[in-house]
């Protein structure tokens, strides 16, 4: 999994291979806030600390808010926590609800 975020005005690639069952698990409860709607900031400030757990603390929340266009911050946090529950369903042999 891999995100592009723009800092210092340089676009730096930042990629995370491992994926722990902790992980796992705020994905799930991510997934749940964001079917419930992302409606203050504390919550969007939930999802992006997610996202920055996600891939180890290699970039910030400052990073990731000010080097990510606002137009994909949903769609970038939604990707990501699809493709991992859809990845462990597929290891498992589960039908994936979303398709």
């Given at each position: 999994?891999?995100?592009?975020?723009?800092?210092?005005?340089?676009?730096k690639t930042?990629?995370?291979?491992?994926?722990?069952?902790?992980?796992?698990?705020?994905?799930?409860?991510?997934?749940?806030?964001?079917?419930?709607?992302?409606?203050?900031?504390?919550?969007?400030?939930?999802?992006v600390d997610?996202?920055?757990?996600?891939?180890?603390?290699?970039?910030?929340?400052?990073?990731?808010?000010?080097?990510?266009?606002?137009?994909?911050?949903?769609?970038?946090?939604?990707?990501m926590a699809?493709?991992?529950?859809?990845?462990?369903?597929?290891?498992?042999?589960?039908?994936?609800?979303?398709?």
């Amino acid at each position: 999994m891999e995100i592009t975020l723009r800092i210092d005005g340089q676009e730096k690639t930042f990629v995370t291979d491992f994926v722990s069952a902790r992980m796992f698990r705020k994905t799930l409860e991510i997934g749940k806030q964001l079917d419930n709607g992302v409606t203050d900031p504390q919550d969007l400030d939930k999802v992006v600390d997610y996202v920055v757990d996600l891939f180890g603390k290699q970039f910030t929340r400052d990073n990731f808010y000010d080097g990510l266009p606002a137009n994909k911050l949903v769609s970038t946090v939604v990707s990501m926590a699809n493709g991992i529950i859809s990845e462990s369903n597929e290891k498992l042999g589960v039908d994936d609800p979303n398709s």
